[in-house]
C-alpha cells in the first residue's frame, strides 16, 4: 500500500499541528504501509517571504524568487522529519529537485512534466517516510522553479500519478469540498464525491481548497484526490471520475 499525503500550511502552523500530522503518519507506517508527505510552507510563511523580497526588489527575478520561495516548503520538510523522528519513525526530508519533480522553465507558475522516481522509490524502499517539500521542482536548465500559489496540491497528485499510489490524500482546514466557503458561509453544503468537472468549476469561481492543475493532472490519471480535515478525523470529500 503506497500512501501519498499533503499537508497544507494551516494543517502545520505550529509544533502541536506538526505532531498532530506526525502521528497520523508514523501509524500509517508502523501499520506496513509506504507513506509519501507532501509539505506546504507553514501558514502564511509564503506571503511573507514575497513581503520581505518586495522590499529588496519589488520586480525580483522570477528565477530568484523561485529559488528563495522554494524555502519555505523546505522548512516545513524538514521539520515534519524531525517530528517523525522524534517518534521514532525513519523519515527523510527531500526538496524538489532532489526528489526529481521535472518542470518547464516557467519560472513562478511551472508546469510538471516528468519525475525521474528513482530517489523516492530508493528511501521507501529502506523503510522511511519520504517528506517532500511541495510547490517546487527542477528545470531543464537545472534551476529551482516553483508550481503557482497552492502548487503542493499538484506536487501531490503528480507524486501519487506517477508512482501509481493507492491513494492521494489532501489534508486541509477544512473538512472537505463545499459549495461555498464554510469559514463564510455558515450553510455551505459539504459534498461527499465530486467530479473533476465540478470541482474545476468550483475552482473558476474562486474556491481555493485545491489547485487547478492538481485537478487537470488527476483527471489526466484517472487518480482519486481524498479532500480531508488534518484535524477531524471526517470522512472528507471524494474528487474523481
Ligand atoms: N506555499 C505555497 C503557497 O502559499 C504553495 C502551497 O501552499 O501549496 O502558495
Ligand atoms: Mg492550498
Known sequence: MLIVQKYGGSSLADETRIRTAARRIAGLSQ?????????????????????KARLLNPRGAAREMDAYLAAGEQLSAGL??????????????????????LTDC?????????????????????????????????????DITTLGRGGSDTTAVA??????????????????????????????????????GKMLQLIGGGAQVLHDRSVELAKQYNLTIEVLSAFSGAPGTLVGP
Open 31 to 51: 501499520q506496513g504501509a509506504r507513506v509519501v508527505v507532501v509539505v506546504s510552507a507553514q501558514s502564511d510563511t509564503t506571503d511573507q517571504l514575497i513581503a
Open 80 to 101: 515534519m522529519a524531525m517530528a517523525l523522528g522524534a517518534m521514532g519513525c525513519q523519515a527523510v526530508s527531500l526538496t524538489g529537485w532532489q526528489v526529481g519533480i
Open 106 to 142: 516557467v519560472h513562478g507558475n511551472a508546469r510538471i512534466t516528468g519525475l525521474d522516481a528513482r530517489r523516492i522509490l530508493r528511501e521507501l524502499e529502506d523503510g522511511k517516510v519520504v517528506v517532500v517539500a511541495g510547490f517546487q521542482g527542477i528545470s531543464p536548465t537545472g
Open 159 to 196: 507524486l501519487a500519478a506517477f508512482l501509481g499510489a493507492d491513494r492521494c490524500q489532501i489534508f486541509t482546514d477544512v473538512d472537505g469540498v463545499y459549495d461555498r466557503d464554510p469559514r463564510k458561509y455558515a450553510d455551505a453544503t459539504r459534498y461527499g464525491r465530486l467530479s473533476y
